[in-house]
């Protein structure tokens, strides 16, 4: 096969002393860390949409990305030469899995049909080279946002008959997804909220959206897709609202319409600081409740109020992100899917690696502080004392359900002392800091 990315050889491990910049310092995939190979704890993943078909548009201007595959016309060639060049990405980098929307991979056709037909062939193609190559599919999700018809929504949109294709379009999705062995499917509410209520119908909006994702739990059962259903919170971008804000607002939406069973959360972590939360509150409140099915990597910018999907660089925040991820005992089924993009400015086809690089080698230095740090367990035990009070006498009553206000009552009436312990924030922070350092 044509290779695409002439220039780039296979990425190798050289570790922390390397000044290669072609080179990973930290991430040794055969490596143990926690038991396992660090290959099997980081479940990479690439994103097809940021890493192949993203040209580097923003709202001033036009794409500016330089790819071997730039300037072909015809619209499934183009596909063809960009799946080619996926999985030589995805081994010249070491990365197992990949994550797709339907409109990645193939181009819209004249209809439905011949939409669903392109998709049909270059699925087969797909498939040939998932088993050349012996890579996997994390999930599947279907693009309803860019076209023009989900101008109002897809599943929430005021209009039927587009709610009718939204149908189709998970349909036919799910059934490649299944196809390829995708291990999860992600519905991320694209164009699924409202810009003014003035003109919505929120509680309809929201009925129709349990309604649709009811009729994707019966058809995955239909057609005996066993992956996991995981929704992708966001609390904006591109409507002003998206109904599913964040994994709060989310666990709700799914008890309320009994859909719990079925779903997890895909969690963003450009997403979780666009809502307000830490991307480490957003895994925590997953993982507490059960509900932590898969991540999306990547980072914001402090300074801009957007979904800037950049490459994670920062050592802090991987390190807290991995923490959660050990006491999740894991991920999969789920991975870590580099929902990131090089900046417009870093147009060359080397930059694609150098972000990945940076991401892979961020998150593998993360994985080992926040296994020393496990170890060490001087975070567990201050939480633990912490909540000592609640283990003995009174304490051990309300955990145990065999209290009431009137014994509360009682008991406070004859404690006349109440004492606080300090929470020793700088301290737990310069720990965390040390173990950063030192690892
Ligand atoms: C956009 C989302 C999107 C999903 C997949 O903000 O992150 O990329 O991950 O539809
Ligand atoms: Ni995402
Ligand atoms: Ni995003």
Partial sequence: ????????????????????????KYYNPEEIVGGKTMKEQLRFTMSYWHTLTGEGQDPFGVGTMERPWTGEKDAMKLAKIRMEAAFEFMDKLGIDYFAFHDRDIAPEGKDLAETNKNLDEIVAYCKELMERYNKKLLWGTANMFSNPRFVHGAATTCNADVYAYAGAQVKKALEITKELGGENYV????????????NTDMKL????????FHMAVDYAKKIDFTGQFLIEPKPKEPTKHQYDFDVATVMAFLKKYD???????????????????????????????GILGSLDINQGDMLLGWDTDQ??????????LMYEVF??????????????????????????FLGYIAGMDTLAKGLKVAHKLLQGGELEKFVEDRYKSFTEGIGKDIVEGKTN????????LNNSCIKNKSGRQEMLEAILNQYIFNE
């Fill in 1 to 24: 096969m044509t290779e695409h990315f002439t220039n780039i050889s296979k990425i190798k491990y050289e570790g922390k002393d390397s000044k290669n910049p072609l080179a990973f």
């Fill in 187 to 198: 519905f991320w509410g694209g164009r699924e909220g409202y810009e003014t209520l003035l």
């Fill in 205 to 212: 909006e929201q009925d129709n959206l349990a309604r649709f």
């Fill in 259 to 289: 859909l719990d069973k079925y779903f997890k959360v895909n969690i963003e972590a450009n997403h979780a600081t666009l809502a307000g939360h830490t991307f480490q509150h957003e895994v925590a409140l997953a993982r507490i409740n």
């Fill in 311 to 320: 490459f994670p660089t920062n050592i802090y925040d991987a390190t807290l």
């Fill in 327 to 352: 006491k999740n005992g894991g991920i999969a089924p789920g991975g870590l899917n580099f929902d990131a993009k090089v900046r417009r400015a870093s147009f060359e086809a080397e930059d694609l």
């Fill in 405 to 412: 206000f009137e014994a509360l009552e009682q008991y406070a």
